[in-house]
């Protein structure tokens, strides 16, 4: 595969869109990157995200294993981990219901990477946290509620 | 220029296991400083990491991933003594790139 053709054309494809969005007023320069998923992120619905990252409304499956501690003392940190068993597992997301912006993390997966990642987040209050799976062209999830006892995204 | 990370890369029966520590502040853009002004957000937003040209995972990440980041995660095909680097851009256009030898 011609990666570096790949990636000039992503790159020019995606910075030709920006230039229209700072020439139309839209996007400062300097603030938005051509490839990050600024919908999905600055999303505030659970809704919203999920439609922002294409996922509508995924199935819950056994198969997607989320691993974080039950009671979080420090909103601050809270490690996650999601393992997901579904074969051809390409995307996955965790996203927290109740923090001002609900997606945390996007992790995309070549084929021969596994998936299973780790990673820690910030949670301001308890809330569910979900685990969103993309494998062979679908969505699936799992969620966890996490008591968090000190909120992190406070001043 | 953002600070050293820390990576860690063992292989195990094939498998590889990259454990990735970055340096930064992870500001939300949420929090208020002592007199009351808006703290802007300042955040990694994209990761990449590479088993020599392989692109072996990409990640972005928002505001609410924790204050020095933490990452593992786990690829196929790298053996002793390759190389692994890790990349980061945060929302400001800072970048930093560090490399690990596996063991």
Same mark, same amino acid.
């Given at each position: 595969?011609?990666?570096?053709?790949?990636?000039?054309?992503?790159?020019?494809?995606?910075?030709?869109?920006?230039?229209?969005?700072?020439?139309?007023?839209?996007?400062?320069?300097?603030?938005?990157?051509?490839?990050?998923?600024?919908?999905?992120?600055?999303?505030?619905?659970?809704?919203?995200?999920?439609?922002?990252?294409?996922?509508?409304?995924?199935?819950?499956?056994?198969?997607?294993?989320?691993?974080?501690?039950?009671?979080?003392?420090?909103?601050?940190?809270?490690?996650?981990?999601?393992?997901?068993?579904?074969?051809?597992?390409?995307?996955?997301?965790?996203?927290?219901?109740?923090?001002?912006?609900?997606?945390?993390?996007?992790?995309?997966?070549?084929?021969?990477?596994?998936?299973?990642?780790?990673?820690?987040?910030?949670?301001?209050?308890?809330?569910?946290?979900?685990?969103?799976?993309?494998?062979?062209?679908?969505?699936?999830?799992?969620?966890?509620?996490?008591?968090?006892?000190?909120?992190?995204?406070?001043? | 220029?953002?600070?050293?990370?820390?990576?860690?890369?063992?292989?195990?029966?094939?498998?590889?296991?990259?454990?990735?520590?970055?340096?930064?502040?992870?500001?939300?853009?949420?929090?208020?400083?002592? #007199?009351?002004?808006?703290? /802007?957000?300042?955040?990694?937003?994209?990761?990449?990491?590479?088993? @020599? &040209? =392989? !692109? *072996?995972?990409?990640?972005?990440?928002?505001? #609410?991933?924790?204050?020095? /980041?933490?990452?593992?995660?786990?690829?196929?095909?790298?053996?002793? @003594? &390759? =190389? !692994? *680097?890790?990349?980061?851009?945060?929302?400001?256009?800072?970048?930093?790139?560090?490399?690990?030898?596996?063991?």
């Amino acid at each position: 595969m011609d990666q570096s053709r790949r990636n000039t054309l992503k790159a020019s494809g995606g910075l030709s869109l920006f230039s229209l969005l700072v020439a139309a007023g839209m996007v400062k320069p300097g603030v938005a990157e051509a490839a990050w998923n600024k919908a999905a992120f600055d999303a505030k619905k659970m809704d919203a995200a999920l439609a922002a990252l294409g996922a509508g409304s995924p199935a819950e499956s056994a198969e997607v294993q989320l691993t974080a501690p039950d009671i979080a003392e420090n909103g601050a940190v809270v490690p996650v981990g999601v393992v997901s068993n579904l074969p051809n597992t390409e995307e996955v997301a965790i996203l927290v219901e109740k923090n001002p912006n609900m997606l945390a993390a996007r992790f995309m997966l070549p084929a021969g990477t596994e998936a299973a990642v780790q990673t820690r987040i910030k949670m301001g209050q308890t809330s569910d946290v979900y685990a969103v799976v993309k494998a062979g062209g679908k969505f699936y999830m799992a969620k966890k509620e996490i008591k968090v006892t000190l909120g992190g995204c406070g001043g | 220029m953002g600070n050293p990370m820390r990576i860690r890369a063992a292989e195990k029966d094939g498998v590889t296991e990259v454990k990735v520590l970055m340096n930064h502040e992870m500001e939300t853009g949420q929090r208020k400083d002592s #007199s009351g002004n808006l703290i /802007p957000a300042h955040f990694i937003s994209e990761l990449t990491a590479k088993h @020599g &040209d =392989k !692109v *072996v995972l990409q990640a972005e990440f928002g505001p #609410s991933v924790s204050k020095n /980041p933490f990452l593992s995660f786990k690829f196929k095909g790298g053996a002793k @003594g &390759d =190389k !692994v *680097v890790v990349s980061w851009i945060d929302n400001k256009g800072d970048t930093r790139s560090d490399e690990a030898t596996i063991g």
